[in-house]
């Protein structure tokens, strides 16, 4: 070892002694949840708390606490109620923030379910819970108070179901926890829906950087059990009754399929230590969706596109990867405006396109630039992304999160992916 090699080594050693000291004079073991509701309109939000649970496992990072990598519609702060200081810091997106842009949302006052976690802390904390103004401005919604000692803090969780170790080759402060949980599968089909994780899993493989990463995932399978087969269809009258209460044709589009239950989601991730949820859906019908830091939900079965459609979820809840597509008349095209940048890594508005993946232009490429053969296998900036035809951009011809046809993630993508697992897992 050379010298500058042995100081560089020691100097992180010491980091890592000062990092994971932080946490021990702060944190516990296990996991502290909080179950609120966002409601509102198109115009206003408000959050309202729910309850606090105590959960068995902590499966999130030990380091880079207060660093939220400004990704999300929303972030939480927990600061130490004695010193003020910021302890820990994370974002997440909401369904209801995707239902803020539906014509609904200009009729009616609706409320939708939210959890967050942070490990279970030692000593009293404050909590802050804000929403994106702008790429870097925060509106406070609620504050309170959480002491550990609290007996009101539920402490046992209502579910218990078998679960399987799929694959687990780190300890959960080192690894992505994927906590895969079965919607739609009976007690009868507990067989059919471990084979359908394990599928899952070989199937997030196929993709970089999961592959290169492999050694640092895990993957959990909770075999929740629903009295009817299948998830809910409103468009054809056929509703369900199955574990998560999950259905297609939410804000009235055909292949959106989510739940509105985030707390029973979060009971049965809760069984097993995880930073990502992925809901599997016992059905051969196409469509799914994912939500950053909320939930993945992709059915198991669909002939169309299967490993592509995982994928591409994943892509948004794991990594918080925009859509890259537009479409005529989409139903969510007013979810962006051009004005603001959106915080998304992998499309930019050109409002603070430093942000993005302006360094990783080639040289003398055209901005924005034109759809040329030559162009379509570099990086650039190409017109349309995020549901926007116009004043949206994207950074390649192709990617996963644009079709079902691409190669994999674009260059950017797997870029942003990577720098996610590479936060969590050192
Ligand atoms: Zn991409």
Not at 61 to 84: A, C
Not at 91 to 117: D, I, M, R
Not at 184 to 211: C, I, M, S, W
Not at 296 to 312: C, G, I
């Amino acid at each position: 070892m050379s010298k500058p090699t042995h100081i560089l080594f020691l100097f992180l050693i010491f980091c890592s002694s000062v990092f994971s000291q932080q946490y021990s004079s702060y944190f516990g073991e296990k996991a502290c949840r909080i179950d609120f509701q966002l409601s509102g309109n198109a115009k206003s939000t408000t959050a309202t708390l729910s309850k606090i649970i105590q959960e068995p496992f902590w499966g999130g990072r030990r380091l880079h606490l207060t660093d939220d990598m400004n990704l999300g519609e929303y972030r939480f702060q927990v600061l130490d109620s004695i010193s003020n200081a910021l302890i820990y810091a994370e974002g997440f997106s909401t369904l209801y923030f995707e239902w803020q842009s539906t014509p609904e949302a200009l009729l009616v006052n609706k409320s939708f379910e939210q959890s967050v976690q942070f490990p279970y802390p030692l000593k009293a904390v404050k909590v802050i819970i804000e929403r994106r103004l702008d790429f870097d401005k925060w509106e406070k919604l609620i504050q309170f108070g959480i002491s550990p000692d609290d007996k009101l803090i539920r402490k046992t969780l209502p579910t218990k179901v078998p679960i399987k170790t799929i694959c687990k080759t780190a300890s959960p402060d080192k690894a992505i926890d994927i906590a895969v949980i079965a919607e739609g599968y009976t007690v009868k089909q507990r067989a059919k829906f471990f084979r359908d994780a394990k599928k899952l899993a070989e199937n997030l493989f196929t993709h970089e950087p999961f592959a290169k990463y492999k050694s640092r995932i895990n993957v959990y399978a909770i075999a929740a059990a629903s009295i009817d087969t299948g998830v809910s269809k409103p468009q054809n009258d056929n509703w369900r009754n199955s574990a998560l209460g999950s259905h297609y044709y939410t804000f009235y589009s055909d292949r959106y399929l989510t739940t509105p239950n985030v707390f029973t989601v979060h009971d049965y991730a809760a069984l097993v230590p995880y930073d990502a949820i992925y809901i599997l859906a016992n059905t051969k019908t196409y469509g799914g969706g994912g939500i950053y830091n909320f939930y993945t939900l992709a059915s198991a079965d669909s002939k169309r596109a299967q490993t592509e459609v995982t994928v591409h979820e994943f892509g948004h809840s794991f990594a918080g990867l925009a859509d890259e597509y537009f479409y005529d008349n989409d139903a969510l095209d007013g979810m962006y405006d051009i004005k603001i940048e959106p915080w998304e890594p992998n499309i930019s508005s050109l409002v603070k396109f430093d942000t993005k993946w302006k360094a990783d232009l080639p040289e003398g490429i055209v901005i924005p630039t034109p759809l040329t053969d030559e162009n379509k296998a570099k990086i650039g900036v190409f017109e349309g992304g995020g549901y926007l035809k116009k004043g949206m951009y994207r950074p390649f011809f192709d990617c996963r999160m644009r079709t079902n046809t691409a190669k994999g993630f674009c260059p950017v993508c797997e870029k942003a992916v990577e720098k996610r697992i590479l936060f969590l897992t050192e």
